[in-house]
Structures are given as structure tokens and as C-alpha cells.
T-cell receptor
Framework: AQSVTQLGSHVSVSEGALVLLRCNYS??????LFWYVQYPNQGLQLLLK??????LVKGINGFEAEFKKSETSFHLTKPSAHMSDAAEYFC???????????FGAGTRLFVKA | DTEVTQTPKHLVMGMTNKKSLKCEQH?????MYWYKQKAKKPPELMFV???????INESVPSRFSPECPNSSLLNLHLHALQPEDSALYLC??????????????FGPGTRLLVL
């Protein structure tokens, strides 16, 4: 069965610092991997997705993620945090041929001034 | 237009009430989804419609009844809910490429409180 694990339910960084949100996946077949962001009282917005075209995926708002098969990881990074990045971030996996998306537990990002 | 709209934004209902949540998209997507999200938890898939046919039902209790009248609309009919059903209900849509890494577009959700 496919699953994702997000390490750290809360991450706190200073404004301007590197953002690193960790995600490890479990899948017996090549997965499709996603990062979504959810701001308070809103729905989810896609940041980026991996579909095997390239291992380094660039997304919106300066975020990027690198697919590492050897480490079964898909960590999300941003070089310089902004106050507006404070939100809940979800890593998710979908298996080929299925519509079912499995979300990780989420990581709340706090950005300190 | 990359927007998924949901109405109402907030809903308070008693356990004997019947209500409906509505979702609409005009992106030409042929797959539509209902998710339930409890506070501080990830979304949990409830139903998926593909080309207006129910494709996935994640063993959801029958007090939740989905309906897809056409390719742009998705309803969730609620009846005899329990207080534990209080949550944020999210609708999403995707192009429907046979489940090949579908990008889902989410609506803002309906926050439901069952008294």
C-alpha cells in the first residue's frame, strides 16, 4: 500500500531562513508525488508535483522538491522563508491508474519575524 | 477559470435535518471528489466521480449521499448526521487522465457543524 510520512508536525524558521519540510513515501510502484499548501480557512493549493519527468521539481512561490528514489524521499525546500509562507503543508501520493490520493499528516510551518 | 466554488461556506444543522453541500467547476474537468477534513488532520477521501459515475466510495456511511447531476456539479446530501461529522468538507476536481498523476483543484470548503 502507498503511504507518505511527514517528519515533524511543526517547523519554525526565521524570516529569510531556509525552509525544509520532509516527506518520505512508500510505494511498490513509481508514484506520483505532490506537495499542497493550506492557508487557514481555505482549501488546498498545489505547490508542485512529481511525475517522473525530472527529479528536481520547481513549484510556485519559490518552492522546489527533489525526488530521491534511493532515499524514498520528496523533501520540500525554499531558500528564503517569507512571513506569507506560514501555513499547513501536505505531502501526498497517488498511484498510477487510481484517483485515490493519500495525504501525509501535514506540517505546520511557522515563520518568525 | 481555475476555480472550484462551494456553497454554503458555513452550515449548522441538527441531527434530524436534511441539507446539501454544493460544488461547481467550469474547467471542463471530468473527475470530482469529496473530502472530509477534521481539525489539524489531513483530508480524507470520501467519494470520487469519473465522467459522472461514482468511481470510489471509501466506505462512507449512508447518511452521506453524493450526487453528480452533470460534469460541472457535485452535491453531497446530508441526513441524520452525528456531531462527529462536524468537519470541513472539501470538493476537488481534476481533468481525469485515467488517474495518471491527476492535479486536483480544491474549493475553499464548507465548514459543517452538527449539533
Amino acid at each position: 500500500a502507498q503511504s507518505v510520512t511527514q517528519l515533524g508536525s511543526h517547523v519554525s524558521v526565521s524570516e529569510g531562513a531556509l525552509v525544509l519540510l520532509r516527506c518520505n513515501y512508500s510505494s511498490s510502484v513509481p508514484p506520483y508525488l505532490f506537495w499542497y499548501v493550506q492557508y487557514p480557512n481555505q482549501g488546498l493549493q498545489l505547490l508542485l508535483k512529481y511525475t517522473s519527468a525530472a527529479t528536481l521539481v520547481k513549484g510556485i512561490n519559490g518552492f522546489e522538491a527533489e525526488f530521491k528514489k534511493s532515499e524514498t524521499s520528496f523533501h520540500l525546500t525554499k531558500p528564503s522563508a517569507h512571513m506569507s509562507d506560514a501555513a499547513e503543508y501536505f505531502c501526498a501520493v497517488t498511484v498510477t491508474g487510481g484517483f485515490k490520493t493519500i495525504f501525509g499528516a501535514g506540517t505546520r510551518l511557522f515563520v518568525k519575524a | 477559470d481555475t476555480e472550484v466554488t462551494q456553497t454554503p461556506k458555513h452550515l449548522v444543522m441538527g441531527m434530524t435535518n436534511k441539507k446539501s453541500l454544493k460544488c461547481e467547476q467550469h474547467m471542463g474537468h471530468r473527475a470530482m471528489y469529496w473530502y472530509k477534513q477534521k481539525a489539524k488532520k489531513p483530508p480524507e477521501l470520501m467519494f470520487v466521480y469519473s465522467y459522472e459515475k461514482l468511481s470510489i466510495n471509501e466506505s462512507v456511511p449512508s447518511r452521506f449521499s453524493p450526487e453528480c447531476p452533470n460534469s460541472s456539479l457535485l452535491n453531497l446530501h446530508l441526513h441524520a448526521l452525528q456531531p462527529e461529522d462536524s468537519a470541513l468538507y472539501l470538493c476537488a476536481s481534476s481533468q481525469d487522465q485515467g488517474g495518471k498523476g491527476e492535479t486536483q483543484y480544491f474549493g475553499p470548503g464548507t465548514r459543517l457543524l452538527v449539533l
